[in-house]
């Protein structure tokens, strides 16, 4: 599968089904309607550069001062709230395939064309994450830093790309967002 990137996680692809993938595909049919609740943009600085924010000088100026970021400091984007019976759905379907672990609805974020989600590391909730993202026109991107220091931008597909990545205190894995056009995401935590 060309559109499934795991990052650090050794998770194989089989999660991702097609009844999967059409429960994703009825969700943003449903978004592209008008059917789901999406909060307000968040942007607290409209000026700022997403190729600043997402830069790796503000990752390393970040790393430097010895603090993990946990959330995004700044971010342009637009939340989303599932209903209770789709985030019911997509639960079950991925417990079928992680039997022994609790799955989680994490952020489900609309990003416009030129949004972002600055650098952070998600610590606090450490286990795996499962991000389901959709770009309707030019691809954005998922930049991150491996603990060796190694700065990698991982290019979005047009459609669909589904990432996995592992969060663990000993080794934060740095991230941040760059939509390039209209960005749907859907994350789900998976604890171990
Ligand atoms: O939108 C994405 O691909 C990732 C979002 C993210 O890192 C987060 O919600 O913490
Ligand atoms: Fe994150």
């Not at 952070?120 to 991000?131: E, K, L, Q, V």
Request: net charge positive; hydrophobic share 35%; glycine share 8%.
């Amino acid at each position: 599968m060309t559109n499934y990137i795991d990052i650090n996680a050794g998770v194989s692809p089989s999660f991702i089904t097609s009844e999967l993938i059409s429960l994703f595909d009825q969700v943003k049919e449903d978004i592209l309607l008008g059917k789901c609740v999406r909060g307000k943009c968040t942007n607290l600085i409209p000026n700022i550069s997403q190729d600043v924010i997402c830069g790796e000088t503000e990752l390393r100026r970040l790393i430097s001062l010895n603090k993990e970021v946990f959330t995004s400091e700044f971010s342009r984007m637009y939340p989303l709230k599932m209903s209770e019976k789709i985030e019911t759905d997509f639960v079950i379907k991925l417990n079928k395939f992680f039997p022994n672990t609790k799955v989680h609805m994490r952020g489900h974020w609309d990003y416009p064309t030129g949004g972002y989600m600055s650098w952070h590391t998600n610590g606090d909730f450490p286990g795996i994450r499962f991000y389901a993202s959709y770009s309707f026109g030019e691809p954005g991107s998922f930049r991150y830093m491996l603990p060796s220091g190694e700065f990698v931008v991982s290019l979005d597909q047009s459609g669909w790309t589904f990432r996995v990545f592992r969060i663990s205190h000993q080794n934060p894995l740095w991230h941040c967002v760059c939509a390039k056009s209209r960005r749907l995401s859907f994350g789900f935590h998976i604890s171990e």
